[in-house]
Nanobody, 117 residues
């Protein structure tokens, strides 16, 4: 089993920056892919950015060039650096991890990011 816990959300003005962290614990050696998702009020949860075990990344078009996902496998940490934030980035951000070989995935409780205009 893997547990993931997010931190770093809060209130920020448009144009500002926030860095989210996700700490993984448990059977972390079995983690393959990690990602950040977000869910805004009244909307479906969507993928923000994903990073593979080898470091390959992909981003939602809406955040390309503004957000950067990274991971430190030695520290079992996933990061999301969010720059030039917009009010439409307001959402609950969730950390996700999977154990691809076993078909399991794991979600954090989420952290709120609110961007004021």
């Amino acid at each position: 089993q893997v547990q993931v816990v997010e931190s770093g959300g809060g209130l920020v003005q448009a144009g500002g920056s926030v860095r989210l962290s996700c700490a993984a614990s448990g059977s972390t050696s079995s983690i393959d892919n990690m990602a950040w998702y977000r869910q805004a009020p009244g909307k479906e949860r969507e993928l923000v950015a994903r990073i593979g075990s080898g470091g390959s990344t992909n981003y939602a078009d809406s955040v390309k060039g503004r957000f950067t996902i990274s991971r430190d496998n030695a520290k079992n940490t996933l990061l999301l650096q969010m720059n030039r934030l917009k009010p439409e980035d307001t959402a609950v951000y969730y950390c996700w991890a999977d154990e691809f070989a076993f078909g399991y995935d794991f979600w954090g409780q989420g952290t709120q990011v609110t961007v004021s205009s």
